[in-house]
């Protein structure tokens, strides 16, 4: 089981300088896969935050910037965070998130021995010759072999538990899907297989091929019903082949499962060896009347490099299309997701998002993360005017036009200055703390470099920017009213930006 301690005992303070630098690797490749799964607001919000601090002994110390970010990371997404680092390292990785005072309030222990977790590299070539030398295959974990202990909320067979037919709001633009998941699963291998969903990126695919798989399971527990990411079924073959485990990884699939749930299929293209087990996996599975579902971003045929003979399998059945949820839909989800988080918005707040968050459901739901982190922290419910300014930076970050002379503008009027004192070489308390938030708001809306800022303040070298920048974090880890005063001026900055 993964324990979350309170405090780490492995302390960061305390390991070796080259276990920074594993524990920096592992988090940043966990956090590019939680890029690709979670919502841009979820990702920036919390994850983009954490600090990679050591790892030591398979433990992996990361550093949030506030007590309430680990919490909030703790209570809601430990399942991705587990499953992406069980991803990377192929092994049980026990997670401790610490904030900053955790690790201040402690007094340096001895030093450990470092044994860093092994880090699968980030791309793992595909075999396009089945005797290629095992010893040159980097070697992924397999689905099945991520422990059902690493990640809790998975029940067996990875099904998420949280994505249930129930869990799952339908309306005009997905109704064709939904309803082919729920026949599926009511009577699975009989009507349509392949089911083939397709549609754009969080429109809720994966959210129904677990609906499928847990809806079955409760009716037959007996089902063996297997879940995996085409993306898991390559690096689960490349496995095999490494370790020389083609029996078992074709009776697992072949034999032993009544129903194959496979994601994002699209991942299999120009893969051919991959494709070519699937293939016949496929033709075995459908020979036994056993049920295969798919999910994808694109219609079999436009899969290039997708082998024809596949596309044309894999429009056997029936394929249903999931769009774009309209805006009745859209509201709808967010009651439902509120409800889950088990907090209250107001309906001017919901009708805010759903009219302004249009790309994707994952998008919209992460927006509503965004806003329930907030109330949580302030304990009190987001008003109107509060949402708008949250996620005022977030949704104009991609267009934001603003340069650092506006930053300048915001800042400067809000603390009752001058541009010109910003950039100058005024020493006077306010005019340091302010060009501090300014330097901030530079790096965090306008993504300059240090040596940029520096140039544009004053001339000041980059090791100065870096302690305005601390600064300002620490500041934000131990001041709350200060984190809404930030937000306040992001979001003008934003709001004057857009508008210029
Ligand atoms: P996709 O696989 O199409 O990229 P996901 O299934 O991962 O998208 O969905 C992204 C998020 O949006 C998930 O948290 C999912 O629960 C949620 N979601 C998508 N569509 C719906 C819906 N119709 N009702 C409730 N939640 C949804
Ligand atoms: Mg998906």
């Known amino acids: 089981m993964v324990a979350i301690k309170e405090t780490s005992e492995h302390l960061a303070l305390d390991a070796p ?9 592992l988090l940043n490749k966990a956090r590019t896969i939680l890029k690709r799964r979670l919502s841009f607001f979820v990702w920036q919000g919390f994850f983009e935050p954490l600090t990679p601090l050591s790892l030591v002994d398979k433990v992996l110390v990361i550093q949030a910037p506030t007590s309430f970010h680990r919490n909030w990371v703790i209570d809601h ?49 595909e075999l396009e010759n089945k005797n290629i030398k095992s010893e040159n295959i980097a070697i992924p974990p397999s689905p099945v072999r ?11 067979t990875n099904l998420n538990t949280s994505y249930s037919f129930d869990a799952f ?32 990126v969080g429109l809720g695919k994966t959210h129904l091929l677990h609906a499928i798989g847990l809806r079955a399971k409760e009716k037959n527990p007996t089902l063996k019903v297997v879940y995996l990411s085409a993306e898991q079924w390559v690096n689960s073959y490349i496995q095999a082949i490494r370790e020389r485990q083609f029996d078992s990884f074709r009776n697992r699939y072949r034999n032993v499962c009544d129903i194959l749930l496979i994601d994002d299929i699209q991942f299999l293209a120009g893969k051919d060896a991959s494709q070519d087990e699937f ?19 694109k219609y079999p045929h436009e899969i290039s490099g997708l082998e024809e003979r596949l596309q044309t399998r ?22 439902k997701k509120a409800e889950k988080l088990a907090i209250k918005f107001s309906d001017d707040v919901l009708h805010y998002l759903a009219a302004n968050v249009t790309s994707s ?18 304990k009190e419910a987001i008003t109107l005017a509060q949402s708008k300014e949250i996620l005022a930076p977030v949704l104009k970050k991609k267009t934001l036009v603003a340069s650092w002379q506006k930053v300048c503008e915001v800042v400067a009027t809000y603390y009752d200055l001058r541009t010109s004192d910003l950039i100058g070489q005024a020493r006077q308390r306010q005019v340091v703390f302010a060009r501090q938030v300014a330097m901030a708001c530079c790096r965090s809306l306008l993504s300059m470099s240090l040596p940029e800022i520096g140039r544009v303040f004053g001339g000041r070298d980059h090791s100065t920017v870096l302690s305005s920048l601390r600064k300002i ?16 001026i992001e979001s003008k900055i934003g709001t004057s930006a857009s508008s210029s």
């Open 17 to 25: 300088e080259n276990s920074k630098d594993e524990a920096a690797e």
């Open 77 to 125: 997404y430990m399942n991705e965070l587990n499953a992406s680092v069980a991803e990377v390292c192929g092994e049980d990785v026990r997670i401790d998130i610490t904030f900053c005072n955790d690790l201040q309030k402690k007094l340096p222990t001895k030093k450990e021995k470092v044994k860093p977790a092994k880090i699968i590299p980030e791309k793992n070539a």
């Open 146 to 156: 991520i422990d059902a202990t690493v990640l809790p909320l998975l029940s067996n």
């Open 169 to 200: 709001v339908h309306g005009p633009s997905n109704q064709m899907g939904y309803a082919a998941a729920t026949s599926v699963a009511d009577y699975p291998g009989t009507q349509f297989s392949p089911l083939f969903l397709f549609g754009g």
């Open 279 to 297: 293939f016949h996996t496929f033709n075995c599975l459908h020979e036994a009347k056993k049920q295969i579902v798919v999910t994808s971003d």
């Open 314 to 335: 894999l429009s056997w059945g029936l394929i249903a299309d999931i769009k774009p949820p309209e805006i009745e839909t859209r509201i709808a989800i967010l009651h």
């Open 361 to 378: 459901v994952r998008e919209l739901e992460g927006a509503l993360v965004r806003l329930a982190a907030c109330s949580s922290l302030t």
């Open 473 to 488: 974090e620490e500041q934000k880890r131990n001041d709350v009213s200060f984190q809404s005063i930030l937000l306040r």
